[in-house]
């Protein structure tokens, strides 16, 4: 059953040899990027949404939520622009059997700096160690409880 998966995956062009975007986790899963679209502001950050594709439906997504991921788009010279960032959100959207649609989204890592539920003060100590604290903290990315 998996090489008849595989054989439609490679007829379907879901080996992405031909797409211009991807997306790779930090997990190493590789995604291919259906469509993907966003904003981006001076000092406020940013939001991309990305569709991908799969072969299977059973995608763990809850895994993906607080990881880091790395949407590469290929320009016409062939260069590659990488646009990184941590995966907030992440769902099933669609799927009919041999084909899954999953919704990301991705935002600034700075974002789980906003996340946290401790709060902390920091008194006489140099910006660059307040920076390197924070930069340490084990921040867990939220998740509905149903």
Known sequence: MQDAITLF??????????????LALAN???????????????????????DVLAND???????WLGIAATLSSRQTGG???????????AACVASDGGLA??????????WLLGQARQSRVFQERAVLDILQALARLDVKCPTEQT
Do not use: K, M, N
């Not at 995956?9 to 991807?22: E, K, T």
């Not at 439906?57 to 895994?63: N, S």
């Not at 649609?101 to 700075?110: I, N």
């Open 9 to 22: 995956a490679g007829i379907a062009g879901l080996d992405g040899a031909s797409h211009p975007h991807r």
């Open 28 to 50: 190493g899963q590789a995604l291919l990027v259906e469509r993907w679209c966003g904003h981006e502001q001076l000092s406020d950050g940013f939001q991309w949404w990305v």
């Open 57 to 63: 439906a059973q995608l763990d997504v809850d895994a």
């Open 79 to 89: 260069q590659d622009v990488l646009r990184s960032g941590v995966v907030c959100e």
């Open 101 to 110: 649609r999953y919704r990301l989204c991705l935002v600034p890592w700075t």
